[in-house]
Structure formats: C-alpha cells, structure tokens
C-alpha cells in the first residue's frame, strides 16, 4: 500500500503565496507522474498541475504563470508553489501519485490520492 500525506495549506489574503507538499510511502518500487487537483465546494475536481518522472510539468491554463509543480525524486515528494493567490483558487487541493509498488510479492501498479489540503484565499 502507498500513503500519501499533505501539507501546507491554509487561509491567505489574495495576492499571497502558499507552498504545498505530498509525501509519498510504503512499498513503491517507482513513482510516475506526480499531480495536483483541486474541488471547490459544488464544482467538480479539476488538475491543477501534473510533473512527469522525468521533470516535465503541465498546467492547468488558470494557474499558468503563478503556481510552479516540482518533485524531489529521492524524498518521493510533489511540492505546488503557488503565488499570486486569487480567491477563485480557494478549494480542497489533493495530490495524486501513480507509480508501480509491491503488493504479495508481485509489481502492480498504483493509483494514490492524498487526504486534501484546504486552501483558502481572502479577498
């Protein structure tokens, strides 16, 4: 089984910065893609951001330019730099980690999410 523990969020006034991390543990044997999504209340869960295991980022074209997705590979861990906070970025953010882990001594591949971080911006 793969855990995932998340942590940073909180309240902010808008036009501040809040840094997300997502640890990652248990039996894995390797880590693929790394994400971000987040739900606000009455909307559906959306990506925010997504990092290969090779460093390559994609986002989501409303954060372009003010969130930065990064992992360190040896800590198994996906951080979401997010500047310039806007009050339509408050939600639930959850981060999802797909990789292959060990289970009864077979590989089998994995989907994990994180228990969610509130992030909430003032206006």
């Known amino acids: 089984q793969v855990q995932l523990v998340e942590s940073g969020g909180g309240l902010v006034q808008a036009g501040g910065s809040l840094r997300l991390s997502c640890a990652a543990s248990?039996?894995?044997?390797?880590?693929?893609?790394m994400g971000w999504y987040r739900q606000a209340p009455g909307k559906q869960r959306e990506l925010v951001a997504a990092?290969?295991?090779?460093?390559?980022?994609d986002y989501a074209d409303s954060v372009k330019g003010r969130f930065t997705i990064s992992r360190d590979n040896a800590k198994n861990t996906v951080y979401l730099q997010m500047n310039s906070l806007k009050p339509e970025d408050t939600a639930v953010y959850y981060c999802?980690?797909?990789?292959?882990?060990?289970?009864?001594?077979?590989?089998?591949?994995?989907?994990?999410w994180g228990q969610g971080t509130q992030v909430t911006v003032s206006s």
């Open positions: 999802k980690v797909e990789g292959t882990g060990f289970d009864s001594g077979y590989f089998r591949s994995f989907t994990s």
């Open positions: 248990g039996s894995i044997f390797s880590i693929n893609t």
């Open positions: 990092i290969t295991s090779g460093g390559r980022p």
